[in-house]
């Protein structure tokens, strides 16, 4: 019996695991030991994740709306019906009337050719979820360190003394991640977890800061401060590698002890120990997700980061560097590949002339836009108003994952034109105007790139159901009846491309990383080069070559509790979803664990407002509401609520305000109520 190593579909961890194949179905998962993240452990998701080939719901042939339902269709007629109708709002509206959602759970070559598609139909309005997750990390990390990804291997994190970790639950949302933490606290790493809620990761901490929401400038910017005032800066790494040191210092003075203290409502004492801890390590780590990013003031958080860092010298070295954990399986390499609004394959801004002349060269194209792209949210704004009027998504579901989802329902039902390429009939592709039926990852090969930069090919195992086709062919398809090219191509074609069109992979070609059990650590310039699993060990990636502060002061969320809303928001992820929930929400295996919303809420706060565990709530915000069952836990401080957003409806409440540099909405602090609905049954 075959037994195939894929990659694991759900996070940005990147395991590997054994697809067992027999008679042309997965019948098992095999542990794969020598994978060097995994080491052969898998959490709830990757144990269950062949149940998403065989499920009963995938969609097996195209669906074209007609009269208001769908039927089915062939693949002609519906491939057809997408390039008359993209074809003619082009032509009617201009190319900016085009909107395309590439995919982070699509592999490397999927979201180039995607992102290439929509380029030469000339517009940049092609953009995906990292835009939701990690667009800060992308803007911050790249002004700072030159370079906008995680600078050292998981693994590695067992060399870390210390370990800051500051708005990430990777117990449940990376859950192999945890292994290697465990690893460096065996060794005697003292880690410290700043969250406002106590997670099985706040579970892990040496020193647990419960910060209030919003106010992770201030946590950094304070122990950072600290550090200088102790005389724990590493002087001879500022000197020597760093600039910029005089603006930040004077931005620190602000953040005495006591200010910080009053800011976060951490005990002074805490954050000092913190900030000790953090400098005197001999290797220490910051790890963070979107705790961190999902913020009007994402950026800045991101950019105190890495002030801490350099700082205390805490980067280029084993066991230091900063660690943004990326959500989705290829999260990273859909970034890297240019499916992003203002940036080209390999992070070049689109208005950069030497990029662009590149690319005209490879692609055969003189005229490609020079314009920044919408983002996500700015798409759905944009549809909205009616400037954009068709739109392709492909593998991503808006309609649950976006904020204020009232908005994203309006804007993808006044479309003119919607199609959706994806495995399930998601509450998006319900919208759609035709559906086409996507191959799942183990039906398909292609490389994809996980939160360390390691890019590693996944091969085809079995092959999809019905008339089911790869991302890969039906773009391909698609770009062949718009005119685009002659023919649709294979992964290893496009991988050869992305080697010429992407600097940092131009050494992981097909050949090469077909082979390559442990994947390839990008950048891989060229054929010789090893791959580069710690960043920054020299020099950094910025004009200069030297790491740049950039001093950040606290600003408070753009909404805060009054009387009307009086409690504090946040959500997250629990360790048996994932994201939007098209997949896990359908496995039984998993949806017993967490089958509907809950909202965890302080005892004080159930017995101040009379509301028991069990029963349900309806939870509002000023811009839409979700029933939930309430779970009276001590795990939120008290006046702030915590709903999991993978569920359809708990994005309705959130805020659309944007991060003005990176674009990202403001997930993570809102102001809602609670009012009772119903007592749990049996009870009055
Ligand atoms: Fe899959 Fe992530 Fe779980 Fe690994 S940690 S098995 S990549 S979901």
Redesign the pocket.
């Known amino acids: 019996m075959p037994l195939i190593p894929v990659?694991?579909?759900?996070?940005?961890?990147?395991?590997r695991?054994g697809l067992r194949v027999e008679d042309g179905q997965a019948v098992g998962v095999e542990y794969l030991t020598d994978h060097p993240?995994?080491q052969g452990?898998?959490?709830?998701?990757?144990?269950v994740?062949p149940e998403i080939i065989h499920h009963p719901d995938r969609l097996h042939r195209p669906l074209v709306r007609e009269n208001g339902r769908f039927r089915e269709a062939d693949w002609d007629e519906a491939l057809d019906r997408v390039a008359r109708a993209l074809s003619r709002v082009r032509q009617e509206h201009g190319p900016n009337a085009l909107g395309f959602l590439a995919s982070a759970k699509a592999t490397n070559e999927e979201n180039y050719l995607f992102q290439k598609m929509a380029r030469l139909l000339g517009t940049n309005n092609v953009d995906h979820c990292a835009r939701l997750c990690h667009a800060p990390s992308v803007v911050g990390l790249s002004r700072a360190l030159g370079s906008g990804a995680m600078t050292n291997p998981i693994p590695d994190l067992a060399e870390s003394r210390c370990i800051l970790i500051v708005g990430s639950n990777f117990a449940e949302?990376?859950?192999?991640?945890s292994r290697w933490v465990w690893e460096a606290k065996d060794r005697g790493a003292f880690v410290v977890v700043a969250d406002p809620r106590y997670t099985p990761t706040a579970h892990m901490a040496d020193l647990y800061l419960p910060l209030r929401s919003g106010t992770d400038v201030a946590l950094l910017n304070g122990m950072a401060a600290a550090v200088l005032r102790e005389g724990l800066a590493d002087y001879a790494f500022i000197a020597a590698r760093t600039e910029g040191l005089d603006e930040l210092r004077a931005v620190l003075e602000e953040y005495s002890l006591e200010r910080t203290a009053a800011i976060t409502g951490l005990p002074p004492g805490d954050i000092l120990r913190a900030a000790r801890a953090y400098a005197r390590s001999p290797a220490s780590a910051i790890v963070y997700c979107m705790g961190v990013t999902q913020h009007t003031v994402g950026t800045d958080n991101v950019l105190a980061c890495a002030n801490l860092a350099l700082l205390c010298g805490q980067v280029g070295r084993p066991g230091a560097g900063i660690f943004p954990l990326r959500g989705q399986?290829n999260v990273q390499g859909a970034s890297d590949m240019g499916a992003l609004a203002e940036l080209l394959p390999g992070y070049v801004p689109v208005a950069s002339e030497e990029g662009r002349r590149l690319l005209a060269r490879l692609w055969g194209r003189e005229d490609l836009p020079d314009a920044p792209g919408l983002s996500v949210v700015e798409l759905m704004e944009a549809a909205l108003e009616g400037r954009v009027r068709a739109m392709v998504v492909m593998g991503e579901n808006p309609v649950v994952s976006d904020p204020a989802t009232g908005d994203t329902v309006r804007a993808l039902e006044g479309l003119e034109f919607l199609v959706v390429q994806d495995l399930f009939l998601t509450e998006t592709a319900r919208l759609a105007h035709v559906v086409l039926p996507a191959a799942c990852w183990a039906e398909k090969a292609g490389s994809y790139t996980?939160t360390e930069r390691r890019v590693q090919w996944s091969p085809k195992a079995l092959e999809p159901p019905g008339e089911a086709r790869p991302d890969l062919d039906i773009i391909g398809e698609l770009g062949r009846r718009l005119g685009l090219w002659e023919r649709a191509p294979g992964p290893e074609e496009v991988l050869t491309e992305i080697n010429r069109a992407v600097p940092a992979y131009g050494g992981i070609t097909p050949r090469r990383l077909i082979g390559a059990s442990e994947g390839i650590f990008w950048p891989c310039p060229d054929l010789a080069h090893p791959g580069t699993p710690i960043l920054h060990r020299e020099r950094f990636n910025t004009p200069s070559g030297r790491g740049r502060f950039f001093p950040v002061a606290h600003r408070p969320p753009p909404e805060a509790p009054d009387a009307r809303f009086p409690l504090w928001m946040t959500t997250g992820r629990v360790v048996v979803h994932?994201n939007s929930g098209s997949l896990s929400r359908r496995l039984p295996e998993l949806a017993a664990y967490a089958p509907g919303v809950w909202v965890a809420v302080h005892p004080q706060d159930a017995e101040r407002l009379g509301i028991r565990d069990g029963e349900t709530v309806r939870v509002r915000s000023l811009r839409g509401e979700v029933e939930a069952r309430v779970q009276v836990s001590e795990q939120v401080r008290p006046g702030l609520v915590f709903l999991p957003f993978h569920f359809p409806g708990v994005n309705a409440l959130t805020l659309k305000e944007l991060d003005r540099d990176a674009r990202i909405p403001s997930y993570k602090v809102a102001a809602c109520t609670l009012e009772r609905v119903a007592a749990p049954a049996g009870e009055g």
């Open positions: 990659l694991c579909p759900y996070c940005g961890a990147g395991c695991l993240v995994a452990a898998l959490c709830p998701k990757g144990n994740a949302n990376h859950p192999v991640v399986n996980n994932y």
